[in-house]
């Protein structure tokens, strides 16, 4: 190795490889790392997204989780370098997704499957990964500040160099995680599981570990905690162990076990809040369309509203008019009834007809007898006449009174 490219590794990543103890899979990325620092980037080739792969994806989660099921999640989908930012993705199958210097900033990826994916140098600036798997994925380098991690599963991932500044991780598993070179500063790691991480070099300034896990971490003096955390002991390494990492004791392994069936209730009560906050919504959607329903029948009542008053206006006026009509009907009935009652008309009329009866004739004396008798049916039709339209214009609303629906 040339000595450029050997000093760009840390001081503890250069110590491992001297002493032999660096892990296969750190070692290659290590090296690949040196490689692309030795070369120019025009000589090296650009990856780009597979366009089938990402046409399907952009269908939407579910036609893009039943191809996934179709084709097994042996299979790896070639999203390299993708523009997903702020793309709905919740519960979308990633699993061994090569998403390698994709754009997700602002994405929703809540509840998604990406156990296994490689987002090495993926910006994931404001995504929203919460209780999503990502297992075992690869995270190196990635940006991922102002991102929402809460419950989210990170067990085994490596996550060294990765940037997480002000990420909330509130009840994430990080157990087992590759935490080295990584930048936590004001991080939220209330109730996270950080059992048995590696946390050599972690920026952990302004971090919040209230009720965090943090038994059988690894760290040393690289390592910057936050101002007045004492962190925990560390247990001795062996002095020879074959297998190259340190075993936990007994009663460690059983601590993490038992802080993992914790983890797994809280992922199950998570469920099940989810569950009812969804029929919750459903209840909602239901109250939404019966508050519109009522509206469409108040805009039914206020036409037919607008339409009995317009009759009432018209009955009103209808009214008004037969009650002129009545007081003229009364003032000619009044006239006439006067004029029979008069004691001289009648007398008049009562000589006249005997006189005219005996020098005229009897068919002059009856006209005149006839006349007088048409005169009272005249003045009793007239009252009848009163009568009805009086009775009629009773029906007929008054001006003032209220509209009755």
């Not at 000093?7 to 001297?18: F, G």
């Not at 994925?137 to 419950?151: C, E, F, K, R, Y």
């Not at 990080?174 to 991480?197: K, N, P, S, V």
């Amino acid at each position: 190795m040339g000595k450029k490219a050997y000093a760009k590794l840390t001081a503890n990543q250069t110590e491992d490889i001297e002493r032999g103890e660096i892990w296969p899979l750190h070692f290659t990325i290590l090296v690949g790392k040196v490689l692309s620092s030795c070369y120019p980037k025009a000589q090296r080739s650009r990856a780009v997204a597979n366009p089938e792969h990402l046409k399907k994806l952009k269908e939407g989660v579910e036609t893009w989780n039943e191809w996934r099921e179709s084709l097994g999640y042996d299979f790896t989908p070639d999203l390299t370098e993708a523009d997903l930012s702020g793309a709905d993705l919740r519960g979308a199958a990633l699993v061994k997704a090569d998403l390698t210097k994709a754009d997700l900033g602002d994405a929703d990826l809540s509840w998604a499957n990406l156990s296994g994916a490689l987002l090495i140098g993926t910006g994931l600036k404001g995504v929203n990964l919460s209780r999503a798997d990502l297992r075992e994925a690869n995270l190196i380098g990635a940006t991922l500040s102002w991102a929402d991690l809460t419950g989210t599963n990170l067990r085994g991932a490596n996550l060294s160099e990765t940037d997480f500044g002000a990420v909330d991780l509130t009840e994430a598993n990080l157990r087992e995680t590759d935490l080295r070179g990584a930048d936590l500063r004001e991080a939220q790691l209330i109730r996270a599981d950080l059992g048995a991480a590696d946390l050599t070099g972690t920026d952990l300034r302004g971090v919040s570990l209230q009720e965090a896990n943090l038994i059988g971490v690894k760290y040393d003096t690289s390592t910057i905690w936050p101002e007045g955390f004492t962190p925990p002991e560390q247990d001795p390494e062996p002095a020879h162990n074959p297998v190259g990492q340190a075993s936990l004791p007994k009663v460690l392994t059983q601590t993490a076990k038992a802080f993992d069936q914790g983890q797994t209730v809280r992922w199950l009560i998570a469920g099940a809040i989810t569950e009812t906050n969804g029929q919750i919504e459903d209840e909602l959607n239901g109250l939404s369309n019966l508050r519109d329903k009522i509206r469409e029948q108040q805009a039914t009542i206020e036409k037919l509203s607008k339409a009995l008053e317009a009759e009432r206006s018209s009955g009103v006026q209808v009214k008004a008019e037969n009650e002129a009509l009545i007081k003229k009907i009364e003032t000619l009935t009044d006239e006439l009834k006067g004029a029979r009652a008069n004691t001289f008309t009648k007398k008049v009329l009562d000589n006249a007809a005997k006189g005219l009866g005996s020098t005229l004739g009897l068919g002059v004396g009856a006209g005149i007898l006839a006349l007088a008798s048409n005169m009272d049916l005249f003045i009793a039709s007239l009252s009848e006449l009163l009568e009805l339209f009086k009775t009629a214009n009773e029906t007929l609303p008054n001006p003032n009174e209220p509209l009755d629906i």
